[in-house]
């Protein structure tokens, strides 16, 4: 909390200040949420009291943390993400500035090698072992099953962050991982295995707003 109260009463509006000092309203300030929830985010520094052109930018990861290990074993979890996913819309609907997603994966555990923590080793994941067991194969052991889910998941996340006038899109983190080591976190290689679009103009609506 007490970085938070820093962040919202000291760092965002002092450099909000230091870049409108060199750059005029056509350049949008971006706020990074500091690990808040988007609700913390509503009628903050709204322009009734002076400011412009600003945009927050949030990371929706639904891997790390004791939920989502638990999560992972249990038989109805995909529906749980998709259903996780499609709730983001209304983070936008209530938003006072555009919101995009600056990080999301398509990952459902935190098996990936050093992904939580960094590199320490040895590396032991929240996930249980026949979570990890599962999750953390190579592409070709996965079955259709579950790469007809990562459609969906990719399909229902960027649904959600593209919503409303408030919802400014998404990056995916990341565009590529070594010799295709992580598939749930390589946008080229799902691109490639048809697990994300090749039209992302023209696909498939998943979430029912």
Request: aromatic share 20%; charged share 25%.
């Amino acid at each position: 909390e007490k970085v938070w109260s820093a962040c919202k009463e000291e760092l965002f509006p002092l450099g909000y200040d230091a870049i409108r000092k060199h750059f005029d309203e056509e350049v949008a300030v971006n706020f990074q949420q500091a690990f808040r929830p988007a609700s913390d985010y509503y009628g903050f520094m709204p322009e009734s009291e002076g400011f412009k052109s600003i945009s927050v930018d949030m990371h929706r990861y639904q891997c790390f943390g004791d939920y989502w290990s638990g999560v992972a074993d249990l038989p109805e979890s995909w529906w749980n993400h998709l259903d996780a996913s499609c709730a983001v819309y209304h983070d936008n609907i209530n938003a006072t500035w555009p919101t995009f997603n600056g990080e999301f994966s398509l990952a459902v555990t935190d098996c990936q090698k050093y992904l939580a923590g960094g590199y320490v080793t040895p590396y032991d994941p929240q996930a249980s072992d026949s979570a990890c067991q599962y999750y953390n194969s190579d592409w070709d052991t996965y079955n259709d099953y579950y790469k007809d889910f990562l459609k969906q998941y990719f399909l229902a996340q960027i649904d959600s962050f593209e919503y409303g006038e408030m919802g400014a899109g998404w990056f995916m983190w990341t565009m590529k991982t070594e010799d295709n080591c992580a598939p749930e976190w390589d946008f080229m290689f799902l691109l490639e295995k048809g697990v994300i679009p090749a039209s992302l103009c023209e696909r498939e609506i998943v979430c029912e707003f």
